[in-house]
């Protein structure tokens, strides 16, 4: 699990064979999907 800090941003990369899970305590998330980044919101 990675936990984040308010405000911080992570640089794009890639995961073979894996899946994303996002867990939104409070406020908003955001993961860039595919080779364009499309934005996928979350929260």
Do not use: K
């Amino acid at each position: 699990m990675v936990n984040m800090a308010p405000g911080r941003v992570a640089s794009a990369h890639y995961h073979a064979h894996s899946e994303t899970i996002v867990l939104c305590v409070r406020g908003r998330a955001a993961t860039l999907v595919g080779p364009e980044l499309i934005p996928n919101l979350h929260g």
